[in-house]
C-alpha cells in the first residue's frame, strides 16, 4: 500500500516536500513515481526514479524546480517542490512498479498508486 502526504496550500513562490511511503513492501524494489491531476484535466506526470535511486526523470513544467529522491531504509520517496507556481496545483499521486516496461511518463506503467495528496498554490 501507499501513502502519499505532505500537500497543502501555498503561496506562489513557496515550497512544499511530499512523500510516498510504502507499507508491506520492500520499497527498494519498486520504481517510484509521482503523477498530477488537476480539475479538469488529465493525470500528466511529474517525476520518477528508479529502484537505487541512481536515476531520475522529469516533466519539462517541473524540471529545475522538483527534486525526487528515495531513502530506502525509511521506505519513502520523496517529491520536493520549490518555486511553486498556481499551474502546479492538482491532486499528486504516487504509483510504483517492479519492472518498468514501458514510459516512465505513462500511468500505465506502474501497477500500485496511492491515494493522492492535494496541491493548491494561490497566486
Known amino acids: 500500500q501507499l501513502q502519499a502526504s505532505g500537500g497543502g496550500l501555498v503561496q506562489a513562490g513557496g515550497s512544499l516536500r511530499l512523500s510516498c511511503a510504502a507499507s508491506?513492501?520492500?520499497?527498494?524494489?519498486?520504481?517510484v513515481g509521482w503523477f498530477r491531476q488537476a480539475p479538469g484535466k488529465e493525470r500528466e506526470f511529474v517525476a520518477a526514479?528508479?529502484?537505487?535511486?541512481?536515476?531520475?526523470y522529469y516533466a519539462d513544467s517541473v524540471k529545475g524546480r522538483f527534486t525526487i529522491s528515495r531513502d530506502n531504509a525509511k521506505n519513502t520517496v520523496s517529491l520536493q517542490m520549490n518555486n511553486l507556481i498556481p499551474e502546479d496545483t492538482a491532486v499528486y499521486y504516487c504509483?510504483?512498479?517492479?519492472?518498468?516496461?514501458?514510459?516512465?511518463?505513462?500511468?500505465?506503467?506502474?501497477?500500485?498508486w496511492g491515494q493522492g495528496t492535494l496541491v493548491t498554490v494561490s497566486s
Open positions: 504509483a510504483a512498479v517492479i519492472n518498468l516496461y514501458g514510459s516512465w511518463r505513462a500511468s500505465a506503467s506502474y501497477d500500485y
Open positions: 526514479i528508479t529502484r537505487s535511486g541512481g536515476n531520475t
Open positions: 508491506g513492501r520492500t520499497f527498494s524494489n519498486y520504481a
